[in-house]
């Protein structure tokens, strides 16, 4: 029989500071799966009292952003005014369009204190009518995010749309981020609910595809969504993410990301310029930036 994994991807380590992320996308051998152009894993990470998240004002364009913790909680700020906390199953979802500024820093109470972190960075990209929209924001509380059980299987769908259920994070093109977990072994076929191109992260545990074992800090991507069909081991925690690809590439540079190269090339020039029609300031947060980098823009093979 035929294998329906059609590629796995080893996590790669990459250091941002006072912690250490496993990117899962991009690479060189896949770009995107559907719309998701980019996934940090943040390790779980104790801080001390005398470490902190401080990632200072850097923009954004032609992306959504998700961001999604499972411990802790990181301060956003934006070029728009929001300004919140997200903590542990809540979601941030910012979506920069023609352009915005944002930073995001361990909040002020938790400054001088140990504290731990853990959860995903994910990069989404906008159709490309929506690529020059105007920038937003949006905070869902946990509550508001479906959970449900079926035959001893926990699910929860942080953002799209899957299986008659409906995230409240307003996503802008078909696609699904689903958590699910098992407390005992469990055959799952979901696959008829799937679609697009889908990709699985085992965050604990391991999963049985095929006769074959897969464990923590591998990205699986499927030939066929319809066929997605594995065991868990027991304890396991896995990730499924996806949706329909869109039709044009997407090229990408340091934050940057669009269907078209002049508008990438043209917000690197806004930015080296600190060109604040292009990329406004942040409204307590306006101190410091993340200077542009200089490397070759990414493109698919």
């Excluded at 920038?135 to 749309?161: M, R």
Aim: proline share 7%; glycine share 8%; net charge negative.
């Amino acid at each position: 029989m035929q294998s329906n994994i059609g590629l796995i991807l080893e996590e790669k380590a990459a250091d941002i500071g006072n912690f250490i992320v496993g990117r899962l996308l991009p690479f060189r051998q896949k770009r995107a799966v559907g719309p998701f152009v980019f996934i940090d894993h943040i390790k779980p990470t104790c801080l001390k009292d005398y470490q902190n998240m401080d990632v200072p004002p850097h923009p954004h364009i032609g992306l959504s952003t998700l961001t999604y913790l499972l411990e802790g909680s990181i301060f956003h700020r934006d070029s728009i005014g929001s300004a919140i906390e997200i903590k542990a199953g809540e979601v941030n979802w910012m979506t920069a369009g023609k352009g915005v500024v944002h930073s995001e820093r361990t909040p002020e109470y938790l400054r001088r204190a140990d504290k731990f972190l853990h959860g995903f960075q994910i990069w989404i990209g906008l159709p490309k009518e929506l690529e020059q929209s105007e920038p937003s924001f949006h905070h869902i509380d946990k509550k508001e995010i479906p959970v449900w059980e079926e035959d001893g299987i926990s699910y929860k769908l942080i953002a799209g749309e899957i299986v008659g259920k409906k995230s409240p994070v307003p996503v802008h093109s078909p696609l699904f981020f689903l958590e699910i977990k098992t407390s005992t072994a469990q055959k799952i076929n979901i696959g008829e609910k799937l679609f697009g191109e889908v990709g699985m992260y085992v965050l604990d545990g391991t999963v049985k595809i095929e006769g074959n074992d897969y464990g923590t800090a591998q990205l699986l991507i499927a030939k066929n969504a319809s066929l997605c069909e594995f065991e868990t081991n027991g304890v396991t925690t896995l990730y499924l993410f996806g949706g329909e690809p869109f039709d044009e590439e997407r090229f990408i540079y340091w934050n940057f990301v669009n269907s078209d190269k002049h508008l990438i090339e043209q917000a690197k020039i806004n930015w080296k310029n600190q060109d604040v029609n292009a990329f406004p300031k942040i409204p307590g947060d306006d101190q410091d930036y993340v200077p542009l980098p200089e490397f070759p823009m990414h493109k698919k093979p």
